[in-house]
């Protein structure tokens, strides 16, 4: 009985065996490598994991070196050990080789390489590739913001040939995503594969010491395997490179190692920025408890020569791939159908927390946004000092909404500044020494000496340098927050232009004098910000106003008619009040008129001497001679204005004017261009003038009629030439005077903010006082605004005040002549002429007057009432008659 049970045990074991599958995978890494060596241990620990668990399916491990792959090689590993799925490939040429082999033979390959840019149709062209990462534009992005937040202006990019993760695409990503924030790659350098070359370190140097000719201290390094980069910087900083003057930005693919390499390799990274992918799924994960003591364990047993048994990113994501087909073998184990696309379907579909993060596809690749941990190497360890997102940028937790990441957004430029980069240079720049000093260029022949001026001496360094440019750029470096040692030097026979180049091709750090900030040297140039303003002037000889009829000038033509018939009615109404009871406003109509006349005029100048009887005649007098005060003091002060500041206006009209009447002008270089070009003057009219005396001499030949000056140069032409020229702004503005340096250079920027503040403090205002501001003599005698005429509302009052103390002393008279209540209206009209015709009043008797008073007389013996009315009366002259006793 017992034999038969025995047997039958044994036919069931067979049976189980028979129906166990085993799936076999391909694995193709560089087992040589600490990468591959973490993915080899960490693949074998989930396959064996898996089978232990599982009684129907087995998965088999076939490991194939990556240095050996080759399209005749895959596809032998493919046929001949029934591989149904590959892993591996680290580099997107070799994930594309594989792919295009597996393809064929409609295998799913699961690559851990991502090219930097998607090609187009990917899906169509490589339909069974399975990307277990995301390309490099996200990390890309993430230098990028890292490199605005210091505000470096120009980065060096380093990366190994065939290196993890290499791509030629990543240089032209990491080129665009710099322009982007402002700043550019200036320069990228590819080391050869350290598979390829036998002395490592003679390359290593060979390329850094072409670099250190660089000004940018910047280095980006993208991809590059561990031993590559232990020889990078360990001679970057035997030869000064990593330290007080330099950046060193380190991609993942070498930080992803850091937990893993020695403290001697660390050390020479020291002070270097460093991005890790953030692996928040380790942490409270049992699975990773479980995963983390076997790993350890295994990998110490295989790799004695390791320092460091802990495993990283890449282990992590290799134990994640084969859960990942595993996961879709299980889910297959209750289908009758099975093939290679439902399995690659199955892996596609695929949704869990692994141990590297989210396991989650999207058009084959990873749907998850990465995160990174943004590192700073401190000694002989690493310190995280922020975590970046793509939606949120910088942030302190990876779980932030868009409020929050707001506010922590930037915040890496605080951090670094406190945590990382203590006592430490940030401009990412080759900063000057004492022993190696700025190389300042300046124009040895400026056309205003005003602006820059060279004396020279026996030697170049004995040259003495003056002028407006020269004192803002002392006062300017004297703000800044470091020392900065230069010197100056000048070329003969050097154009503006030519001194622009020299600074671009590096043989000048910078150029100081009165450089015009135009948009064609921006391309090879850094400008600071103007520190003059920026304008065209039209300069032009002046001309003397006439002065036949300056005397008119300071009244209007209507305060001119208004006071002369005020005066004719002041006048008339003096006469009409006097000429009855004054013998000097009696007598023939002419000497009236003349008489009358006479007085109304000498009043202006208070010479008149005639009499004056009646009381209402004084008050109209007072007020009129109180308005001729008045006017005549304004007239007195608006003519000496007139006569003291001179008048001058221009011999020329304005710019269409001169090309109308097809004249000259003069300007210089660029100007003149701009006159050409956008002015529309004719060539022909164009004349270059290449120094400031050269405007006055060619002006005073008149062969110009004008001249276009920027906004400096004519405050200077004019401060020399006050009173034979005269300016007038244009519209047009121009970029105003800077100094220049090298493309990136931060120190343009420190200039900027320098200058800034001589603006704000007053400093710079006091310059251009001392150097360009007109001088007193020009300042006091020359306007450009003429003084307005007096018109009809400067004296209305006045005006006003006589017209009525006249009417109304004009009314009471003629109210006090009362007239008979019989008289017709003739009779009225006889008699009121007969009051203004008394022409006898004040002159000698004749004999025809004689003869009419006698008759009076005896008339009045015969008439007594007659006879008293005259007795009662007294002479003429003392008593006048009213017109009520007139017959």
Same mark, same amino acid.
């Given at each position: 009985?017992?034999?038969?049970?025995?047997?039958?045990?044994?036919?069931?074991?067979?049976?189980?065996?028979?129906?166990?599958?085993?799936?076999?995978?391909?694995?193709?890494?560089?087992?040589?490598?600490?990468?591959?060596?973490?993915?080899?241990?960490?693949?074998?620990?989930?396959?064996?994991?898996?089978?232990?668990?599982?009684?129907?399916?087995?998965?088999?491990?076939?490991?194939?070196?990556?240095?050996?792959?080759?399209?005749?090689?895959?596809?032998? /590993?493919?046929? %001949? &050990?029934?591989?149904? !799925?590959?892993?591996?490939? $680290?580099?997107?040429? @070799?994930? +594309?080789?594989?792919?295009?082999?597996?393809?064929?033979?409609?295998?799913?390959?699961?690559?851990?390489?991502?090219?930097?840019?998607?090609?187009?149709?990917?899906?169509?062209?490589?339909?069974?590739?399975?990307?277990?990462?995301?390309?490099?534009?996200?990390?890309?992005?993430?230098?990028?913001?890292?490199?605005?937040?210091?505000?470096?202006?120009?980065?060096?990019?380093?990366?190994?040939?065939?290196?993890?993760?290499?791509?030629?695409?990543?240089?032209?990503?990491?080129?665009?995503?710099?322009?982007?924030?402002?700043?550019?790659?200036?320069?990228?350098?590819?080391?050869?594969?350290?598979?390829?070359?036998?002395?490592?370190?003679?390359?290593?140097?060979?390329?850094?010491? /072409?670099?250190? %000719? &660089?000004?940018?201290? !910047?280095?980006?390094?993208? $991809?590059?395997?561990? @031993?590559? +980069?232990?020889?990078?910087?360990?001679?970057?900083?035997?030869?000064?490179?990593?330290?007080?003057?330099?950046?060193?930005?380190?991609?993942?693919?070498?930080?992803?190692?850091?937990?893993?390499?020695?403290?001697?390799?660390?050390?020479?990274?020291?002070?270097?920025?460093?991005?890790?992918?953030?692996?928040?799924?380790?942490?409270?994960?049992?699975?990773?408890?479980?995963?983390?003591?076997?790993?350890?364990?295994?990998?110490?047993?295989?790799?004695?020569?390791?320092?460091?048994?802990?495993?990283?990113?890449?282990?992590?994501?290799?134990?994640?791939?084969?859960?990942?087909?595993?996961?879709?073998?299980?889910?297959?184990?209750?289908?009758?159908?099975?093939?290679?696309?439902?399995?690659?379907?199955?892996?596609?579909?695929?949704?869990?927390?692994?141990?590297?993060?989210?396991?989650?596809?999207?058009?084959?690749?990873?749907?998850?946004?990465?995160?990174?941990?943004?590192?700073?190497?401190?000694?002989?360890?690493?310190?995280?000092?922020?975590?970046?997102?793509?939606?949120?940028?910088?942030?302190?937790?990876?779980?932030?909404?868009?409020?929050?990441?707001?506010?922590?957004?930037?915040?890496?430029?605080?951090?670094?500044?406190?945590?990382?980069?203590?006592?430490?240079?940030?401009?990412?720049?080759?900063?000057?020494?004492?022993?190696?000093?700025?190389?300042?260029?300046?124009?040895?022949?400026?056309?205003?000496?005003?602006?820059?001026?060279?004396?020279?001496?026996?030697?170049?360094?004995?040259?003495?340098?003056?002028?407006?440019?020269?004192?803002?750029?002392?006062?300017?470096?004297?703000?800044?927050?470091?020392?900065?040692?230069?010197?100056?030097?000048?070329?003969?026979?050097?154009?503006?232009?030519?001194?622009?180049?020299?600074?671009?091709?590096?043989?000048?750090?910078?150029?100081?004098?009165?450089?015009?900030?135009?948009?064609?040297?921006?391309?090879?140039?850094?400008?600071?910000?103007?520190?003059?303003?920026?304008?065209?002037?039209?300069?032009?000889?002046?001309?003397?106003?006439?002065?036949?009829?300056?005397?008119?000038?300071?009244?209007?033509?209507?305060?001119?008619?208004?006071?002369?018939?005020?005066?004719?009615?002041?006048?008339?109404?003096?006469?009409?009040?006097?000429?009855?009871?004054?013998?000097?406003?009696?007598?023939?109509?002419?000497?009236?008129?003349?008489?009358?006349?006479?007085?109304?005029?000498?009043?202006?100048?208070?010479?008149?001497?005639?009499?004056?009887?009646?009381?209402?005649?004084?008050?109209?007098?007072?007020?009129?001679?109180?308005?001729?005060?008045?006017?005549?003091?304004?007239?007195?002060?608006?003519?000496?204005?007139?006569?003291?500041?001179?008048?001058?206006?221009?011999?020329?009209?304005?710019?269409?004017?001169?090309?109308?009447?097809?004249?000259?002008?003069?300007?210089?270089?660029?100007?003149?261009?701009?006159?050409?070009?956008?002015?529309?003057?004719?060539?022909?009219?164009?004349?270059?003038?290449?120094?400031?005396?050269?405007?006055?001499?060619?002006?005073?030949?008149?062969?110009?009629?004008?001249?276009?000056?920027?906004?400096?140069?004519?405050?200077?032409?004019?401060?020399?030439?006050?009173?034979?020229?005269?300016?007038?702004?244009?519209?047009?503005?121009?970029?105003?005077?800077?100094?220049?340096?090298?493309?990136?250079?931060?120190?343009?920027?420190?200039?900027?903010?320098?200058?800034?503040?001589?603006?704000?403090?007053?400093?710079?205002?006091?310059?251009?006082?001392?150097?360009?501001?007109?001088?007193?003599?020009?300042?006091?005698?020359?306007?450009?605004?003429?003084?307005?005429?007096?018109?009809?509302?400067?004296?209305?009052?006045?005006?006003?005040?006589?017209?009525?103390?006249?009417?109304?002393?004009?009314?009471?008279?003629?109210?006090?002549?009362?007239?008979?209540?019989?008289?017709?209206?003739?009779?009225?009209?006889?008699?009121?002429?007969?009051?203004?015709?008394?022409?006898?009043?004040?002159?000698?008797?004749?004999?025809?007057?004689?003869?009419?008073?006698?008759?009076?007389?005896?008339?009045?013996?015969?008439?007594?009432?007659?006879?008293?009315?005259?007795?009662?009366?007294?002479?003429?002259?003392?008593?006048?008659?009213?017109?009520?006793?007139?017959?």
């Amino acid at each position: 009985m017992s034999v038969v049970l025995f047997f039958l045990l044994i036919f069931s074991i067979n049976g189980a065996k028979a129906q166990t599958k085993v799936t076999g995978i391909g694995i193709l890494i560089d087992s040589n490598t600490r990468i591959g060596k973490e993915e080899k241990v960490a693949m074998e620990i989930a396959a064996q994991n898996y089978n232990n668990h599982s009684n129907t399916h087995k998965v088999t491990l076939h490991v194939l070196d990556s240095l050996r792959v080759t399209t005749s090689a895959a596809e032998k /590993m493919i046929r %001949k &050990k029934r591989i149904k !799925v590959m892993i591996g490939m $680290h580099t997107w040429p @070799e994930a +594309a080789l594989v792919a295009d082999v597996a393809g064929q033979a409609r295998v799913p390959i699961i690559s851990f390489a991502a090219p930097a840019i998607n090609p187009p149709l990917m899906p169509l062209r490589w339909p069974f590739l399975i990307q277990m990462a995301k390309n490099g534009s996200q990390q890309i992005k993430c230098i990028a913001d890292i490199v605005r937040a210091y505000n470096w202006q120009r980065v060096i990019a380093i990366s190994e040939d065939g290196a993890y993760g290499t791509d030629s695409g990543m240089f032209a990503l990491l080129s665009g995503a710099l322009q982007t924030v402002g700043s550019e790659m200036e320069y990228h350098s590819v080391l050869p594969p350290i598979s390829s070359v036998s002395d490592p370190e003679r390359v290593v140097q060979e390329e850094l010491i /072409m670099l250190k %000719k &660089k000004k940018s201290r !910047v280095f980006v390094v993208l $991809h590059s395997s561990l @031993e590559m +980069a232990t020889y990078l910087f360990r001679e970057a900083k035997q030869m000064g490179l990593v330290g007080r003057d330099s950046v060193w930005i380190i991609s993942d693919s070498i930080m992803n190692l850091l937990d893993s390499i020695n403290n001697s390799v660390i050390s020479s990274m020291e002070g270097a920025l460093g991005i890790k992918t953030y692996d928040s799924e380790k942490v409270g994960n049992s699975e990773y408890q479980d995963f983390y003591p076997q790993f350890r364990k295994i990998f110490r047993t295989e790799y004695l020569e390791e320092d460091n048994s802990g495993p990283g990113i890449y282990a992590l994501r290799a134990y994640d791939s084969i859960r990942l087909v595993t996961k879709a073998i299980e889910r297959m184990a209750n289908n009758t159908r099975s093939s290679p696309k439902i399995l690659l379907d199955n892996m596609l579909s695929s949704n869990f927390s692994g141990l590297s993060g989210r396991i989650h596809f999207k058009a084959g690749q990873l749907s998850e946004s990465p995160v990174f941990r943004i590192v700073s190497v401190v000694g002989k360890r690493y310190k995280e000092i922020d975590l970046w997102t793509p939606d949120f940028g910088f942030s302190m937790s990876p779980f932030v909404d868009k409020c929050e990441a707001k506010i922590f957004h930037g915040s890496l430029f605080f951090t670094a500044k406190s945590l990382f980069i203590p006592e430490r240079n940030q401009t990412g720049w080759e900063m000057p020494t004492d022993s190696k000093p700025l190389k300042i260029g300046v124009p040895g022949g400026s056309p205003f000496k005003t602006f820059v001026k060279v004396k020279y001496g026996e030697k170049p360094n004995q040259n003495e340098y003056d002028g407006f440019c020269i004192h803002v750029f002392n006062k300017a470096r004297g703000l800044l927050e470091y020392h900065l040692p230069y010197e100056f030097e000048t070329r003969r026979g050097t154009t503006y232009n030519d001194l622009i180049h020299l600074v671009h091709n590096k043989t000048y750090d910078g150029v100081v004098g009165d450089f015009t900030i135009l948009s064609d040297r921006l391309q090879y140039v850094d400008f600071t910000v103007p520190y003059t303003e920026s304008s065209l002037v039209l300069i032009v000889p002046e001309k003397s106003e006439s002065f036949e009829f300056m005397f008119i000038e300071p009244f209007t033509w209507g305060l001119w008619v208004v006071t002369g018939a005020i005066l004719m009615y002041t006048m008339f109404t003096v006469w009409f009040l006097e000429h009855q009871s004054n013998p000097e406003f009696s007598g023939p109509w002419k000497n009236q008129i003349s008489t009358a006349l006479w007085f109304t005029l000498s009043s202006l100048f208070f010479a008149h001497r005639e009499k004056i009887n009646r009381n209402d005649t004084r008050l109209v007098i007072v007020v009129w001679l109180f308005v001729v005060m008045i006017v005549t003091s304004s007239y007195t002060a608006s003519l000496s204005s007139m006569l003291t500041v001179q008048q001058l206006r221009p011999n020329v009209a304005d710019i269409e004017w001169l090309k109308n009447h097809n004249l000259k002008i003069g300007c210089q270089d660029k100007i003149c261009e701009y006159a050409v070009n956008v002015l529309n003057f004719k060539s022909e009219n164009i004349v270059n003038i290449s120094h400031d005396y050269m405007y006055f001499e060619e002006f005073k030949s008149k062969y110009i009629a004008a001249a276009f000056l920027e906004l400096p140069y004519a405050k200077v032409f004019l401060n020399k030439h006050c009173n034979e020229f005269t300016g007038t702004m244009t519209s047009t503005k121009t970029g105003g005077l800077g100094f220049a340096f090298q493309k990136g250079s931060p120190i343009a920027g420190d200039f900027s903010k320098a200058i800034l503040q001589l603006s704000e403090n007053g400093d710079l205002k006091s310059l251009e006082d001392e150097w360009l501001t007109p001088s007193h003599e020009c300042s006091t005698n020359k306007t450009s605004n003429k003084p307005n005429s007096l018109s009809i509302k400067s004296f209305g009052f006045l005006y006003l005040l006589s017209f009525s103390t006249s009417t109304i002393c004009l009314l009471l008279s003629l109210i006090s002549w009362r007239d008979p209540c019989n008289e017709s209206i003739w009779q009225k009209v006889v008699r009121l002429v007969r009051y203004f015709h008394i022409k006898n009043r004040g002159s000698p008797p004749t004999p025809a007057d004689i003869s009419s008073t006698n008759e009076g007389i005896s008339d009045a013996n015969e008439s007594p009432s007659r006879l008293d009315f005259i007795s009662n009366s007294n002479s003429p002259e003392s008593h006048p008659p009213s017109p009520a006793s007139i017959n």
